[in-house]
Protein backbone atom coordinates (compact mmCIF):
# COMPACT_ATOMS: atom_id res chain seq x y z
CA UNK A 1 0.00 0.00 0.00
CA UNK A 2 1.19 3.49 -0.76
CA UNK A 3 -0.26 6.94 0.17
CA UNK A 4 0.76 10.04 -1.04
CA UNK A 5 -0.80 13.24 0.25
CA UNK A 6 -0.99 16.47 -0.88
CA UNK A 7 3.13 16.29 -2.18
CA UNK A 8 5.00 19.62 -3.26
CA UNK A 9 8.71 19.54 -4.56
CA UNK A 10 10.13 22.66 -5.51
CA UNK A 11 13.96 23.17 -6.72
CA UNK A 12 16.48 26.28 -6.13
CA UNK A 13 17.74 26.62 -9.71
CA UNK A 14 19.60 29.36 -11.66
CA UNK A 15 16.14 30.73 -13.31
CA UNK A 16 14.47 30.82 -9.50
CA UNK A 17 12.33 27.95 -8.15
CA UNK A 18 11.07 24.78 -10.23
CA UNK A 19 7.45 23.82 -8.35
CA UNK A 20 7.99 20.35 -10.20
CA UNK A 21 5.16 18.46 -7.86
CA UNK A 22 2.68 20.52 -6.90
CA UNK A 23 0.18 19.09 -4.53
CA UNK A 24 0.10 15.53 -5.89
CA UNK A 25 -2.36 12.28 -3.75
CA UNK A 26 -2.12 9.45 -4.49
CA UNK A 27 -3.57 6.16 -3.10
CA UNK A 28 -2.31 2.64 -4.37
CA UNK A 29 -3.74 -0.20 -2.64
CA UNK A 30 -1.81 -2.93 -1.85
CA UNK A 31 -1.52 -5.87 -5.32
CA UNK A 32 -2.30 -2.96 -7.23
CA UNK A 33 -0.64 -2.18 -10.63
CA UNK A 34 -0.65 1.81 -10.57
CA UNK A 35 0.78 4.12 -13.36
CA UNK A 36 1.67 7.35 -13.78
CA UNK A 37 1.71 8.80 -17.20
CA UNK A 38 2.34 12.23 -18.43
CA UNK A 39 4.87 14.00 -20.84
CA UNK A 40 8.39 14.84 -20.06
CA UNK A 41 9.03 17.24 -17.26
CA UNK A 42 5.87 17.11 -15.90
CA UNK A 43 7.43 15.60 -12.33
CA UNK A 44 6.54 11.24 -12.55
CA UNK A 45 10.12 10.87 -11.70
CA UNK A 46 10.80 14.02 -8.87
CA UNK A 47 7.68 12.35 -7.23
CA UNK A 48 9.04 8.11 -7.41
CA UNK A 49 12.14 9.81 -6.11
CA UNK A 50 10.23 11.16 -3.16
CA UNK A 51 8.80 8.09 -2.46
CA UNK A 52 12.09 6.04 -2.35
CA UNK A 53 13.43 9.12 -0.52
CA UNK A 54 15.82 10.05 -2.55
CA UNK A 55 14.49 13.91 -2.78
CA UNK A 56 13.42 15.85 -0.13
CA UNK A 57 9.44 16.88 -0.47
CA UNK A 58 8.88 20.65 0.50
CA UNK A 59 5.16 19.49 1.94
CA UNK A 60 3.34 16.46 1.70
CA UNK A 61 3.06 12.99 3.95
CA UNK A 62 4.12 9.64 2.20
CA UNK A 63 3.34 6.06 3.93
CA UNK A 64 4.58 2.65 2.86
CA UNK A 65 2.69 0.00 3.79
CA UNK A 66 2.01 0.78 7.36
CA UNK A 67 5.06 3.48 7.94
CA UNK A 68 4.92 6.83 7.50
CA UNK A 69 7.95 7.51 5.91
CA UNK A 70 7.72 11.23 5.19
CA UNK A 71 5.81 14.21 6.85
CA UNK A 72 7.13 17.42 6.50
CA UNK A 73 4.88 18.94 8.99
CA UNK A 74 5.81 16.50 11.52
CA UNK A 75 9.74 16.53 10.37
CA UNK A 76 9.56 12.42 9.42
CA UNK A 77 12.41 11.48 6.80
CA UNK A 78 12.57 7.93 6.65
CA UNK A 79 16.26 7.39 4.92
CA UNK A 80 16.13 5.04 1.60
CA UNK A 81 17.42 2.21 2.76
CA UNK A 82 14.90 1.67 5.38
CA UNK A 83 12.15 2.25 3.23
CA UNK A 84 10.56 -1.57 2.61
CA UNK A 85 10.87 -1.38 -1.75
CA UNK A 86 12.59 -1.70 -4.94
CA UNK A 87 13.16 0.67 -7.86
CA UNK A 88 14.01 -0.63 -11.33
CA UNK A 89 15.37 2.56 -13.45
CA UNK A 90 15.16 3.30 -16.83
CA UNK A 91 18.88 2.73 -17.14
CA UNK A 92 18.92 -0.75 -15.56
CA UNK A 93 22.31 0.48 -12.76
CA UNK A 94 23.61 -3.37 -13.53
CA UNK A 95 27.12 -3.43 -12.39
CA UNK A 96 29.40 -4.64 -15.25
CA UNK A 97 32.07 -5.94 -13.40
CA UNK A 98 29.64 -8.73 -11.81
CA UNK A 99 28.13 -12.09 -12.77
CA UNK A 100 24.60 -12.16 -13.24
CA UNK A 101 24.84 -13.96 -10.07
CA UNK A 102 26.37 -10.90 -8.06
CA UNK A 103 24.46 -8.20 -9.30
CA UNK A 104 21.38 -10.10 -7.76
CA UNK A 105 23.06 -11.27 -4.76
CA UNK A 106 24.33 -7.36 -4.32
CA UNK A 107 21.45 -5.90 -2.85
CA UNK A 108 21.44 -9.05 0.17
CA UNK A 109 25.22 -8.55 0.92
CA UNK A 110 24.12 -4.92 1.48
CA UNK A 111 21.53 -5.71 4.11
CA UNK A 112 22.47 -4.78 7.59
CA UNK A 113 21.16 -7.95 8.70
CA UNK A 114 23.89 -10.44 6.70
CA UNK A 115 22.31 -13.45 5.51
CA UNK A 116 24.25 -17.06 5.79
CA UNK A 117 25.66 -17.86 2.53
CA UNK A 118 23.21 -20.82 1.63
CA UNK A 119 20.22 -18.03 2.27
CA UNK A 120 21.51 -16.23 -0.43
CA UNK A 121 22.12 -18.88 -2.81
CA UNK A 122 18.21 -19.97 -2.32
CA UNK A 123 16.91 -16.29 -2.72
CA UNK A 124 19.04 -15.51 -5.51
CA UNK A 125 18.32 -18.68 -7.66
CA UNK A 126 14.92 -18.38 -7.02
CA UNK A 127 14.67 -14.79 -8.67
CA UNK A 128 16.14 -15.39 -11.23
CA UNK A 129 14.13 -18.41 -11.96
CA UNK A 130 11.07 -16.08 -11.30
CA UNK A 131 12.49 -13.69 -14.56
CA UNK A 132 13.66 -16.84 -16.73
CA UNK A 133 16.95 -16.23 -16.25
CA UNK A 134 18.33 -19.83 -14.37
CA UNK A 135 21.51 -21.08 -15.86
CA UNK A 136 22.65 -17.39 -16.49
CA UNK A 137 24.10 -17.38 -12.89
CA UNK A 138 28.06 -16.97 -14.14
CA UNK A 139 27.77 -15.05 -17.06
CA UNK A 140 29.04 -11.40 -16.61
CA UNK A 141 26.17 -9.20 -16.87
CA UNK A 142 27.24 -7.08 -19.86
CA UNK A 143 26.99 -10.11 -22.03
CA UNK A 144 23.21 -10.42 -21.60
CA UNK A 145 21.01 -8.82 -24.41
CA UNK A 146 18.74 -5.87 -23.35
CA UNK A 147 15.86 -7.56 -22.28
CA UNK A 148 17.57 -10.14 -20.25
CA UNK A 149 19.56 -7.02 -18.54
CA UNK A 150 16.06 -5.71 -17.91
CA UNK A 151 14.80 -9.16 -16.42
CA UNK A 152 17.95 -8.91 -14.51
CA UNK A 153 17.10 -5.78 -13.05
CA UNK A 154 13.77 -7.12 -11.79
CA UNK A 155 15.55 -10.24 -10.46
CA UNK A 156 17.44 -7.49 -8.61
CA UNK A 157 14.90 -5.45 -6.57
CA UNK A 158 12.59 -8.69 -6.18
CA UNK A 159 15.06 -10.21 -4.30
CA UNK A 160 14.69 -8.35 -0.86
CA UNK A 161 10.99 -9.48 -1.59
CA UNK A 162 9.99 -5.88 -0.69
CA UNK A 163 6.09 -5.22 -0.81
CA UNK A 164 6.61 -2.30 -3.25
CA UNK A 165 8.24 -1.28 -6.46
CA UNK A 166 8.91 1.51 -8.21
CA UNK A 167 9.61 1.39 -11.95
CA UNK A 168 10.96 4.70 -13.76
CA UNK A 169 10.36 3.58 -17.65
CA UNK A 170 12.11 0.57 -16.96
CA UNK A 171 11.34 -0.81 -20.77
CA UNK A 172 12.01 2.48 -23.13
CA UNK A 173 15.74 1.09 -23.83
CA UNK A 174 13.89 -2.13 -25.56
CA UNK A 175 13.00 -1.99 -29.15
CA UNK A 176 9.10 -2.06 -30.54
CA UNK A 177 8.94 -5.95 -30.44
CA UNK A 178 11.09 -6.85 -26.87
CA UNK A 179 9.08 -3.72 -25.04
CA UNK A 180 5.71 -5.95 -26.22
CA UNK A 181 6.58 -8.74 -24.86
CA UNK A 182 7.88 -7.48 -21.99
CA UNK A 183 5.00 -5.59 -20.80
CA UNK A 184 2.73 -8.22 -20.16
CA UNK A 185 5.67 -10.80 -18.29
CA UNK A 186 6.53 -7.98 -16.23
CA UNK A 187 3.23 -6.94 -15.00
CA UNK A 188 2.26 -10.99 -14.30
CA UNK A 189 5.61 -11.40 -12.60
CA UNK A 190 4.53 -8.09 -10.15
CA UNK A 191 0.96 -9.59 -9.37
CA UNK A 192 2.30 -12.65 -8.80
CA UNK A 193 4.39 -11.88 -6.77
CA UNK A 194 1.79 -9.37 -5.23
CA UNK A 195 4.19 -6.68 -5.02
CA UNK A 196 2.51 -3.00 -4.96
CA UNK A 197 3.58 -1.53 -7.92
CA UNK A 198 4.28 2.40 -8.95
CA UNK A 199 4.95 2.44 -12.87
CA UNK A 200 6.29 5.95 -14.21
CA UNK A 201 6.08 6.01 -18.31
CA UNK A 202 5.46 8.66 -21.15
CA UNK A 203 4.39 6.08 -22.97
CA UNK A 204 0.52 5.68 -23.20
CA UNK A 205 0.27 1.92 -24.41
CA UNK A 206 2.23 0.96 -21.83
CA UNK A 207 -0.27 2.61 -19.50
CA UNK A 208 -3.17 1.42 -20.76
CA UNK A 209 -2.31 -2.34 -21.17
CA UNK A 210 -0.35 -2.38 -17.80
CA UNK A 211 -2.66 -0.44 -14.96
CA UNK A 212 -5.02 -0.89 -13.18
CA UNK A 213 -5.09 2.53 -12.64
CA UNK A 214 -3.66 5.65 -14.41
CA UNK A 215 -3.20 8.83 -13.51
CA UNK A 216 -2.36 11.49 -15.74
CA UNK A 217 0.11 13.96 -14.67
CA UNK A 218 0.94 17.30 -16.11
CA UNK A 219 2.75 20.37 -14.87
CA UNK A 220 2.72 18.74 -11.52
CA UNK A 221 -0.71 18.01 -11.19
CA UNK A 222 -2.94 14.74 -11.54
CA UNK A 223 -4.95 15.52 -14.48
CA UNK A 224 -7.09 12.17 -14.01
CA UNK A 225 -6.81 9.72 -12.36
CA UNK A 226 -9.07 6.23 -13.74
CA UNK A 227 -8.94 3.11 -15.22
CA UNK A 228 -7.60 2.32 -18.33
CA UNK A 229 -10.68 1.68 -19.99
CA UNK A 230 -12.45 5.16 -17.93
CA UNK A 231 -9.54 7.26 -19.29
CA UNK A 232 -10.10 6.35 -22.50
CA UNK A 233 -13.78 6.42 -23.36
CA UNK A 234 -14.35 9.65 -20.42
CA UNK A 235 -11.52 12.09 -20.58
CA UNK A 236 -11.86 14.73 -18.92
CA UNK A 237 -10.06 17.60 -20.35
CA UNK A 238 -8.67 17.88 -24.13
CA UNK A 239 -4.96 17.36 -22.40
CA UNK A 240 -6.06 14.20 -21.19
CA UNK A 241 -7.85 12.77 -24.77
CA UNK A 242 -5.23 14.39 -26.60
CA UNK A 243 -2.23 12.76 -24.74
CA UNK A 244 -3.94 9.28 -24.70
CA UNK A 245 -4.70 8.41 -28.84
CA UNK A 246 -6.38 10.25 -31.42
CA UNK A 247 -9.68 12.48 -31.01
CA UNK A 248 -11.62 14.89 -32.61
CA UNK A 249 -12.59 17.89 -30.52
CA UNK A 250 -15.61 20.17 -31.27
CA UNK A 251 -17.32 23.15 -29.58
CA UNK A 252 -21.16 22.61 -28.76
CA UNK A 253 -24.05 23.90 -26.77
CA UNK A 254 -26.74 21.47 -25.42
CA UNK A 255 -30.06 21.24 -27.37
CA UNK A 256 -31.81 18.88 -25.36
CA UNK A 257 -30.50 17.64 -21.91
CA UNK A 258 -29.69 13.98 -21.32
CA UNK A 259 -32.01 12.13 -18.78
CA UNK A 260 -32.61 8.77 -16.77
CA UNK A 261 -31.12 7.04 -19.81
CA UNK A 262 -32.98 9.16 -22.61
CA UNK A 263 -30.21 10.07 -24.87
CA UNK A 264 -30.02 13.99 -25.59
CA UNK A 265 -28.96 16.30 -27.66
CA UNK A 266 -25.92 18.53 -28.56
CA UNK A 267 -25.43 21.01 -31.55
CA UNK A 268 -21.44 21.19 -33.06
CA UNK A 269 -19.91 22.88 -35.79
CA UNK A 270 -20.00 19.31 -37.48
CA UNK A 271 -23.59 18.75 -36.97
CA UNK A 272 -25.93 17.50 -34.45
CA UNK A 273 -24.90 14.43 -32.33
CA UNK A 274 -26.73 12.38 -29.44
CA UNK A 275 -24.79 12.03 -25.96
CA UNK A 276 -25.88 9.81 -22.94
CA UNK A 277 -24.09 11.60 -19.66
CA UNK A 278 -26.87 12.76 -17.56
CA UNK A 279 -25.98 16.09 -15.28
CA UNK A 280 -25.93 18.74 -17.96
CA UNK A 281 -28.63 21.59 -18.83
CA UNK A 282 -29.79 22.71 -21.44
CA UNK A 283 -28.10 25.84 -23.42
CA UNK A 284 -25.00 25.08 -21.80
CA UNK A 285 -22.02 25.43 -23.93
CA UNK A 286 -19.87 22.83 -23.45
CA UNK A 287 -16.93 20.57 -25.49
CA UNK A 288 -17.00 17.22 -26.93
CA UNK A 289 -14.15 14.83 -27.77
CA UNK A 290 -15.15 11.75 -29.80
CA UNK A 291 -12.44 9.11 -31.24
CA UNK A 292 -12.43 8.47 -35.22
CA UNK A 293 -12.63 4.65 -34.33
CA UNK A 294 -16.66 5.60 -33.11
CA UNK A 295 -17.13 7.51 -36.17
CA UNK A 296 -19.15 5.12 -38.78
CA UNK A 297 -20.49 5.54 -41.97
CA UNK A 298 -24.69 5.45 -41.78
CA UNK A 299 -25.98 2.50 -43.64
CA UNK A 300 -29.49 0.47 -43.65
CA UNK A 301 -28.93 -0.91 -40.03
CA UNK A 302 -28.19 3.02 -38.54
CA UNK A 303 -31.99 3.89 -36.17
CA UNK A 304 -33.83 6.07 -37.76
CA UNK A 305 -33.71 8.55 -34.81
CA UNK A 306 -29.50 8.89 -34.92
CA UNK A 307 -28.47 12.56 -35.84
CA UNK A 308 -26.22 11.85 -38.98
CA UNK A 309 -23.44 14.37 -40.24
CA UNK A 310 -23.06 14.72 -43.71
CA UNK A 311 -19.69 15.58 -44.91
CA UNK A 312 -16.98 15.74 -48.15
CA UNK A 313 -14.16 12.89 -47.95
CA UNK A 314 -11.10 14.96 -48.56
CA UNK A 315 -8.19 12.85 -47.18
CA UNK A 316 -7.77 8.61 -46.99
CA UNK A 317 -4.30 7.32 -45.44
CA UNK A 318 -4.06 3.85 -45.85
CA UNK A 319 -2.63 1.81 -42.48
CA UNK A 320 -3.15 -1.80 -43.27
CA UNK A 321 -5.66 -2.81 -40.88
CA UNK A 322 -7.71 0.48 -41.22
CA UNK A 323 -7.92 3.64 -43.70
CA UNK A 324 -7.93 7.11 -41.86
CA UNK A 325 -10.21 9.26 -43.52
CA UNK A 326 -10.83 12.95 -43.26
CA UNK A 327 -14.61 13.82 -43.69
CA UNK A 328 -15.10 17.82 -44.25
CA UNK A 329 -18.11 19.57 -43.15
CA UNK A 330 -17.92 23.20 -44.24
CA UNK A 331 -15.29 24.74 -42.01
CA UNK A 332 -14.03 21.99 -39.65
CA UNK A 333 -13.37 18.34 -40.21
CA UNK A 334 -13.63 14.77 -38.35
CA UNK A 335 -11.49 12.33 -38.50
CA UNK A 336 -12.66 8.72 -38.80
CA UNK A 337 -10.99 4.98 -39.06
CA UNK A 338 -13.04 2.79 -41.02
CA UNK A 339 -12.40 -0.91 -42.32
CA UNK A 340 -10.42 -1.46 -44.78
CA UNK A 341 -13.64 -2.87 -47.22
CA UNK A 342 -15.77 0.08 -46.57
CA UNK A 343 -15.14 1.56 -49.86
CA UNK A 344 -14.44 4.81 -49.55
CA UNK A 345 -12.92 7.28 -52.05
CA UNK A 346 -11.67 11.02 -52.22
CA UNK A 347 -14.34 13.21 -53.34
CA UNK A 348 -17.17 11.14 -51.86
CA UNK A 349 -20.47 12.86 -50.09
CA UNK A 350 -21.32 10.50 -46.68
CA UNK A 351 -23.15 10.30 -43.83
CA UNK A 352 -21.43 9.82 -40.36
CA UNK A 353 -23.41 8.66 -37.18
CA UNK A 354 -21.65 8.92 -33.54
CA UNK A 355 -23.26 6.05 -30.90
CA UNK A 356 -24.30 8.54 -28.22
CA UNK A 357 -22.32 6.28 -25.47
CA UNK A 358 -18.93 7.66 -27.31
CA UNK A 359 -19.47 11.49 -27.26
CA UNK A 360 -17.16 12.82 -24.10
CA UNK A 361 -18.18 15.93 -23.08
CA UNK A 362 -15.62 17.50 -21.44
CA UNK A 363 -15.04 19.30 -17.94
CA UNK A 364 -15.38 22.93 -18.94
N1 LIG B 1 17.43 18.71 -9.33
C1 LIG B 1 16.65 19.54 -10.02
N2 LIG B 1 16.84 20.87 -10.00
C2 LIG B 1 16.01 21.72 -10.69
N3 LIG B 1 14.95 21.31 -11.41
C3 LIG B 1 14.71 19.99 -11.47
C4 LIG B 1 15.53 19.02 -10.79
N4 LIG B 1 15.04 17.79 -11.04
C5 LIG B 1 13.96 17.96 -11.84
N5 LIG B 1 13.76 19.27 -12.11
C6 LIG B 1 12.66 19.86 -12.92
O1 LIG B 1 11.44 19.40 -12.39
C7 LIG B 1 10.51 19.13 -13.42
C8 LIG B 1 10.03 17.67 -13.32
O2 LIG B 1 11.09 16.79 -13.62
P1 LIG B 1 10.93 15.20 -13.65
O3 LIG B 1 12.27 14.61 -13.84
O4 LIG B 1 10.18 14.77 -12.44
O5 LIG B 1 10.05 14.99 -14.95
P2 LIG B 1 9.51 13.63 -15.64
O6 LIG B 1 8.04 13.73 -15.66
O7 LIG B 1 10.13 12.46 -14.99
O8 LIG B 1 10.04 13.79 -17.15
P3 LIG B 1 10.68 12.69 -18.17
O9 LIG B 1 9.51 12.01 -18.83
O10 LIG B 1 11.41 13.56 -19.16
O11 LIG B 1 11.57 11.78 -17.41
C9 LIG B 1 11.22 19.45 -14.72
O12 LIG B 1 10.87 20.73 -15.11
C10 LIG B 1 12.69 19.39 -14.35
O13 LIG B 1 13.46 20.21 -15.17
MG1 LIG C 1 11.50 10.98 -15.67
Known amino acids: ?47 LRCLAGLEGPSEGRIVIGDTVVHDSAKGISVPTFKRDLAMVFQSYAIWPHLTVFE ?5 LREMKQKLREPEIDRRVKGALELVQLSGYESRPAPFLSGGQQQRLALARAIVREASVVLFDEPLSNLDAKLRAETRLELRNLVKRLGMTALYVTHDQTEALTMADRVAIMRDGVIAQEATPTEIYKRPVSRFVASFIGQCNFAEG ?59 KVTDIVFLGESLECKVT ?28 DDVAILAA
Open 1 to 47: MIEIENLHVRFNSDKGVVHAVRGVTIKVAQGEFYTLLGPSGCGKTTT
Open 253 to 311: KIVQAARHGVPGLISTEWGNLAYASDGRSEGEDISVAVRPENVFLADDRTRPEMPRISG
Open 103 to 107: NVAFP
Open 329 to 356: LGASELMTRLHPSSGVAVGDTVDVVVNP
